[in-house]
Nanobody, 121 residues
C-alpha cells in the first residue's frame, strides 16, 4: 500500500515564502512523475509543478520564476519551494505521484490528503 503525506503548508503574507514537502511510503518500485496540484473552491485541481525522474520539470505559467519543484529520488520525496507568494496562490496543495509498486507492473496515480496554503495580509 502506498501513502503520500504532505507537510509545510500554512499562512503567509504576500511576498513571503513557504516550502512544501511530500513523502511517498509503502511498496514502491518507481515514481514518475511527482509533483504538486492546487485546488480552490469551485475549481478543478490544476497542475502547479511536477518533476520527472530524469530532472525534467513542468510549471504552470503563473508560478514560473517564483516556485521551484525538486525531488530526492532516494527518499521518495518531492519539494515545492514557493517564493514571492501572492494571494492568488492560496489554495489546497495536493501532492501527486505516478507509482509502480513492481518494476513490471502498471503505473497508478496516488494523491496526498492536501495541505492548505493561505496568502493574505
Amino acid at each position: 500500500q502506498v501513502q503520500l503525506v504532505e507537510s509545510g503548508g500554512g499562512s503567509v503574507q504576500p511576498g513571503g515564502s513557504l516550502r512544501l514537502t511530500c513523502v511517498a511510503s509503502g511498496t514502491i518500485a518507481n515514481i514518475n512523475p511527482m509533483g504538486w496540484y492546487r485546488q480552490t473552491p469551485g475549481n478543478q485541481r490544476e497542475l502547479v509543478a511536477s518533476a520527472t525522474g530524469n530532472g525534467d520539470t513542468n510549471y504552470d505559467n503563473s508560478v514560473k520564476g517564483r516556485f521551484t519543484v525538486s525531488r530526492d529520488i532516494a527518499k521518495n520525496t518531492v519539494y515545492l519551494q514557493m517564493t514571492s507568494l501572492k494571494p492568488e496562490d492560496t489554495g489546497v496543495y495536493y501532492c501527486h505521484a505516478g507509482i509502480q509498486t513492481r518494476s513490471w507492473g502498471a503505473w497508478t496515480s496516488y494523491w496526498g490528503p492536501g495541505t492548505q496554503v493561505t496568502v493574505s495580509s
